[in-house]
């Protein structure tokens, strides 16, 4: 089985100011891990993904994540938050031993403010 | 480039009426292709998946069926609508392997 958590309903940050939107995951096996972005009404866009290697990824738009197995985290970052990146984050889990769907978190609104 | 289309982008049906949502993908072979269905702006529920023309995984049961007759098309299908099936409907493929997925801009559909 495989699950994941966005503890976090809404992110508020000021424009400028570094953001961490959080996301905890659980699997059997050792994982894949990613991060979307959605805009208003739009479909979801991909950010970045852990599938192995350096525990720090770089994505789109200047957005990064950390992988932490011990903590068994993915918390996505940004060291100055734009009034853009305001969105709707999802974080999502797929167990590499499974082939099968990924599970995604129920999400993370954030909003940056001038 | 891999372009994902669907459509209608808006769709206002009564009960009781039949659905098809359509989506195509292009420049790629053989995608592993999703529905999912996203309630209230917020979490994703996969509804069906498929690896290949003629093979579905459903998630969840309902009212709704899907078919891939094509490489690169799916199908969302119910013959009779609930008040319930209302929501934002998207399609997303990935790569063989099941990796990072790519959506659709998705249907608004609206059962009155």
């Known amino acids: 089985a495989q699950s994941v958590a966005q503890p976090e309903d809404q992110v508020n940050v000021a424009e400028g100011n570094p953001l961490t939107v959080k996301c905890t995951y659980s699997?059997?096996?050792?994982?894949?891990l990613f991060w979307y972005v959605q805009y208003p009404n739009r479909g979801l866009q991909f950010l970045l993904k852990?599938?192995?290697?350096?525990?720090l990824v770089k994505g789109s738009y200047g957005f990064e994540a950390e992988f932490n197995k011990s903590q068994t985290s993915f918390h996505l970052k940004k060291p100055s938050a734009l009034v853009s990146d305001s969105a709707l984050y999802f974080c999502?889990?797929?167990?590499?031993?499974?082939?099968?769907?990924?599970?995604f978190g129920d999400g993370t609104t954030l909003t940056v403010k001038p | 480039s891999q372009t994902i289309h669907q459509w209608p982008a808006t769709l206002v049906q009564p009960v009781g009426s039949p659905l098809s949502l359509e989506c195509t993908v292009e420049?790629?072979?053989?995608?592993?292709l999703y529905w999912y269905r996203q309630a209230a702006g917020r979490g994703l529920q996969l509804l069906f998946y498929?690896?290949?023309?003629?093979?579905i995984s459903s998630e969840v049961p309902q009212n709704l069926s899907a078919s891939r007759p094509q490489d690169r098309q799916f199908i969302l299908s119910s013959k009779k609508l609930l008040l319930s099936d209302s929501g934002f409907y998207l399609c997303?493929?990935?790569?063989?392997?099941?990796?990072?997925?790519?959506f659709g801009p998705g249907t608004r559909l609206t059962v009155t």
């Open positions: 997303a493929w990935s790569k063989e392997g099941f990796y990072e997925q790519y």
């Open positions: 699997v059997s096996g050792n994982p894949y």
């Open positions: 852990y599938i192995t290697g350096d525990n």
């Open positions: 999502a889990v797929r167990d590499m031993n499974w082939i099968g769907k990924s599970t």
């Open positions: 420049g790629t072979s053989n995608p592993n």
């Open positions: 498929s690896v290949g023309i003629g093979q």
